[in-house]
């Protein structure tokens, strides 16, 4: 497996990037796994840290996921990583800009926190259960739909999305929890808020539109029905 990166490395430990890099061209590892070769490498703590964590945000050192598809705990399976039951979705292997079809039947916590490549999100039928903060910070995100199939959405599970412009929410959803989204507008197919859903589960940014009758069209893009 070879593994291409594309980041600027501060001229301060350029040196221990380029070693590091050329160790994980072989396969992915743990972050653990590379500060204990970084150490016997004779490096110093400062720029061991500094490197490790520059890789972890770039999604390549992870010991909770990485690591555990090496050891086949979990699997992948187009470019998402699942676990072994197929049935939560752990993350993404491959940068998306438009999201569609993920695979599995729940989302777990923090899953795409702070994931600032995803632009537009389409959840599926097959989806149904998205956990606390699953696209936290995600600022770039400008269209989320949410199909029949979901009947729970954590705590803040789309909070401070901040160009997010349109949400469409068809009718099934049990569970809404505390404040799940503080921008856009959101298009529900239901009347008004059902019994299961937080009363704080919009912050005064967001507006919601009750009744709101809405479909495919033939490029699979959410439009109104009047």
Not at 13 to 32: A, D, E, G, P, W
Not at 73 to 99: A, P, R
Not at 173 to 199: A, H, L, Q, R, T
Request: proline share 2%; hydrophobic share 35%.
């Amino acid at each position: 497996m070879v593994i291409i990166f594309s980041f600027l490395v501060r001229p301060s430990f350029s040196i221990v990037s380029q070693v590091s890099l050329k160790y994980l061209n072989t396969r992915l590892r743990s972050r653990k796994e590379l500060s204990n070769y970084l150490f016997k490498k004779g490096y110093s703590s400062e720029n061991i840290d500094s490197v490790t964590i520059m890789l972890s945000k770039q999604g390549y050192l992870d010991d909770n996921v990485y690591a555990n598809i090496i050891l086949g705990n979990y699997v992948v399976e187009n470019d998402f990583v699942l676990s072994k039951d197929h049935k939560k979705v752990i993350g993404q292997t491959n940068t998306m800009m438009y999201i569609k079809n993920i695979p599995g039947e729940i989302i777990v916590e923090d899953c795409f926190t702070a994931c600032s490549t995803i632009y537009s999100l389409t959840i599926s039928s097959n989806i149904k259960k998205i956990g606390n903060g699953a696209f936290y910070l995600c600022q770039n995100i400008s269209k989320v739909t949410i199909d029949e199939g979901v009947t729970s959405i954590g705590d803040y599970a789309f909070f401070n999305d901040f160009n997010l412009k349109t949400v469409y929410l068809k009718r099934g959803i049990e569970y809404m929890g505390y404040n799940v989204f503080n921008s856009g507008v959101i298009y529900c197919e239901d009347y008004y808020k059902p019994e299961g859903w937080d009363d704080n589960w919009i912050t005064n940014d967001a507006k919601v539109i009750w009744g709101t009758k809405w479909d495919y069209d033939s490029n699979g893009n959410p439009v109104i029905v009047k």
